[in-house]
């Protein structure tokens, strides 16, 4: 998995504080943000032929294998990225150095800084009468 040294202390903290196991029908799927994006990634990837979904099923089945051995903490989206991220380096698509940069630069980045443009505004109908009531 790729090191990522930006996530912030609170976010560690609150992932590991929080039982990300897949859900029980009636629970939330997702607990935490980062868990529907991992999950909307892997299915865009998948969804753009980078791979059949039996291969990545087979290597997230290896990665939650894995992390049991391991005494991971139960961590199912975890899992979920481990397993996207060992499907795409086996295949060519994926380069974890790339990846930690452009984190870097997206966090790096100032909220809203690409965003200079002036929104226009609707131009007020036209008023003949300049607010006067028509006396007609």
């Not at 909307?40 to 039996?54: I, M, R």
């Not at 989206?77 to 940069?101: N, Q």
Request: charged share 30%.
């Amino acid at each position: 998995m790729a090191n990522c040294e930006i996530i912030s202390e609170e976010t560690i903290k609150d992932i590991h504080s929080t039982d990300a196991r897949a859900s029980r029908a009636g629970e939330e799927a997702f607990r935490l943000p980062w868990e529907l994006r991992s999950f909307a990634l892997g299915v865009a990837y998948y969804e753009s032929d980078h791979f059949p979904w039996n291969d990545f099923q087979s290597q997230l089945i290896t990665a939650i294998n894995e992390a049991d051995e391991d005494n991971k903490p139960e961590h199912y989206y975890a899992r979920w990225v481990e397993a996207l991220e060992s499907l795409l380096k086996e295949r060519g698509g994926f380069d974890p150095a790339e990846l930690d940069r452009r984190t870097k630069e997206i966090l790096d980045t100032p909220r809203d800084s690409t965003h200079s443009h002036e929104h226009p505004h609707p131009a007020p109908e036209d008023d003949h009468n300049h607010g006067q009531a028509d006396h007609h």
